[in-house]
Every structure is written in structure tokens, then in C-alpha cells.
């Protein structure tokens, strides 16, 4: 059976990634062995504000065997925090992204510690690195694939989370891209609920005084942990973890909590972007200001997959979205909330669309019984 191989870090995305750094380097060479960790150099990328990214590199790693019609190309871009390490276990023979069928291209959204980041950029280190956004994410993605890897045309898009956010973007910014475009836990908008949660954990950085006004003097590490804290509240529910977590042993939880932090003094500052990305996303709002306006550029067949009980990203907007396109919703019922793509295999109706879109209808998925 296909399933979701999401890893830990999905479960922590929003406060404990792993925190891999990267040196400023070209793009690799095109021999490079499957799924291994490659750069492509952007040169100095112009960013929507105007700003530039200098020496711009993306990571990313590509799995399987483009088809003679280059045709085959499906793109799995990273959740908050994550990095195409974490997407390894859903790109093979038999999984998600059956490699076997499929081209996969795994790509590390800006700012995530590897792709060009505040924390590893020599030329823009921390504060100095500019705000991007979801759309300068895309933009990158989209230059890799067509003037890097030279793909004119990607069978299908696919996201978690801040990647569903980027899928979104996609199939808005680049309609005529991709035949197929699968947002699973994102959405097209930030409503004002999601920008209070990331705020606060930006605020709960910023008040560290190890942050000195974002001139840190050492890793702002007690603003860190409470962003951890923060986003173990969030990603499930209250039943979730009551029953996860017995009030015995809850000191022991929370020092694990607390330990799993750790990294650069750059890796706040890489937090602390991405999440301003968030923040600012808004699709109906770049094009037209409508959902409507925005919906009508859309060409690809999508398939949009929310869990009504997400406490991290509001799934109103990609119920919207959804209903205007007429296009199938995939309703998770589980109490993992936010993760719920890791307690619900979710994997065969991927693959099933993926082949066919028309095969798959609406419908409800459930957790096995709350224990």
C-alpha cells in the first residue's frame, strides 16, 4: 500500500527543524547520483520587492527518470522549516511519487537553512538578508526547473503545509506550468488568525535579549523554546495531546520539547523570514483581489486535502478555492490536526490522482479510534 512517509520533522515543522547549514556554492554537477543534495545557481535573483538575493543558490534533488516529452516532472517543494531530506521517504518505487512513473524534484524553499538563507549567506548574513515572500519561493522553483533543469512543463505540483501554500502560488502565478497541482494542509491566503500565530512566535524570538534588537549576541535560545512550545499547541489538538501526554509526564515531555532546539544564531533569523513569507501570503490579493479573479487563472486539475481541525493553517481560503474550481476535497477527521497527513494515509489517492484526477471524488477520511 502507498502511504505518507512524513518524518518527525514534519510533527515539529513549525518549531524544530533540522537545523542544516550550507555554504554559498554553485550548482552541481549534472552527474550527481539520485536524490543527492544539489545547488543551482540563481546569480543575484530579484525578489518582488525589488530587492536581490545575492549569489541566489536552491537547492534540491531530483529522483527517478525524465521521459523523453520531459512530461513526467512532478515538484514537491519543502514545509516551514523543512528541507528535501524530509521529503526523501515519499519519492520512490511504490510511494507517493512513484519514481518509477515520475521524475521527482525535490526543492528547499528559500530561507530554510539551504537554499540561500540569512544563515548562510556570506554576502547578506542575517538581518541583512531581505524579506522574500511565497511568490519568490515560486519564482525560484520555477526558474530551477525551466532554465535549469529545462522542463517546459511539469506533470504535477504537490505541497505540505508552507509547500501547499507554494502549490497554490503555483498553479496561480504559472497556470499554463503543470497539468496537476495537490495542496495538502495549505492554503492561498494568511487569514488574520494565522498571522497572530506567527507573529507571536516572531514576537516571542525578538524579546529574547540574546536577539538584541536583531543584532544577536548568541542564539536567542528562551525565544526559541517558547516558539517550540508555541507550535506543539498548534500542530494537533487538546484531545491529542491530553491523551498523548499524561499529566505525569508532562516535565519529561516538555525538557524533550525544549532539548530538541538548538542551532545558529542564523537559524533564528531563517525562522524568523520564513515566517514573514507566511505572513504576507496572499494569492487572491496579487492577482485581482478576489478569490474569484484569482481562482479563474487556474488551468491545472487540483486536488486540495485539509483537516478541519488545524490549529496551524487556516484551511478556509483552500476550501474556497476548492469550491470555485469545483475541484475535489479531501476532508482529514483526525485529531492530529495539522498532522494529520501523518496519522492518515493519505498516499494512495495522491498516487491515484497523480494518474488519473478524475478518479478521485471528494470525500471524508478518519482517524482509527481516539485512544
Not at 536581490?52 to 527518470?65: A, E, K
Request: hydrophobic letters at 40%; one cysteine or more; aromatic letters at 8%.
Amino acid at each position: 500500500m502507498v502511504c505518507l512517509a512524513l518524518t518527525a520533522v514534519f510533527f515539529l515543522h513549525a518549531g524544530l527543524p533540522v537545523f542544516a547549514q550550507a555554504q554559498e556554492q554553485p550548482a552541481a554537477a549534472s552527474t550527481a547520483g539520485e536524490g543527492t543534495q544539489q545547488f543551482a545557481d540563481l546569480g543575484d535573483f530579484k525578489l518582488s520587492s525589488g530587492a536581490l538575493i545575492r549569489n541566489c543558490h536552491l537547492g534540491y534533488r531530483t529522483l527517478g527518470n525524465l521521459n523523453a516529452q520531459k512530461s513526467n516532472g512532478v515538484l514537491w517543494s519543502t514545509w516551514l522549516g523543512g528541507t528535501t531530506k524530509d521529503l526523501l521517504p515519499n519519492a520512490a518505487p511504490g510511494n507517493v511519487v512513484d519514481t518509477r512513473k515520475y521524475f521527482a524534484i525535490l526543492v528547499d524553499a528559500i530561507g530554510n537553512g539551504i537554499s540561500s538563507s540569512p544563515s548562510n549567506s556570506k554576502s547578506q548574513p542575517l538581518m541583512r538578508f531581505p524579506e522574500f515572500t511565497i511568490r519568490d519561493m515560486v519564482n525560484a522553483e520555477h526558474e530551477l526547473v525551466t532554465t535549469v533543469l529545462r522542463i517546459p512543463h511539469l506533470h504535477a505540483v504537490v505541497g505540505i503545509s508552507m509547500g501547499g501554500m507554494q502549490t497554490f502560488e503555483w498553479m496561480a502565478a504559472y497556470p499554463d506550468s503543470m497539468d496537476e497541482a495537490i495542496a495538502i494542509m495549505g492554503s492561498a491566503q494568511s487569514t488574520s488568525y494565522d498571522k497572530l500565530l506567527w507573529t507571536a512566535q516572531i514576537d516571542a524570538i525578538e524579546a529574547d535579549p540574546k536577539w538584541n534588537h536583531g543584532r544577536p549576541t548568541g542564539m536567542p535560545l528562551a525565544g526559541l523554546r517558547v516558539v517550540a512550545e508555541m507550535s506543539s499547541i498548534n500542530e494537533t489538538s487538546p484531545s491529542y495531546r491530553g491523551a498523548k501526554t499524561p499529566p505525569q509526564d508532562f516535565e519529561a515531555f516538555l525538557k524533550d520539547l525544549r532539548n530538541g532546539v538548538g542551532g545558529e544564531v542564523g537559524t533564528a533569523v531563517d525562522w524568523i523570514r520564513q515566517r514573514q513569507a507566511i505572513i504576507s501570503f496572499d494569492v487572491p490579493g496579487e492577482f485581482g483581489g478576489t478569490m474569484e479573479q484569482a481562482a479563474a487563472r487556474i488551468r491545472a486539475k487540483v486536488l486540495v486535502m485539509v483537516s478541519p481541525r488545524d490549529q496551524s493553517v487556516n484551511p478556509a481560503s483552500a476550501l474556497e478555492f476548492a469550491r470555485l474550481l469545483k475541484a475535489p476535497v479531501i476532508i482529514l477527521d483526525s485529531w492530529c490536526g495539522h498532522t494529520s497527513p501523518a496519522c492518515i494515509s493519505i498516499g494512495p489517492l495522491v498516487d491515484r490522482f497523480l494518474a488519473d484526477p478524475a478518479s478521485v471524488q471528494s470525500t471524508t477520511l478518519h482517524d482509527p479510534p481516539e485512544k
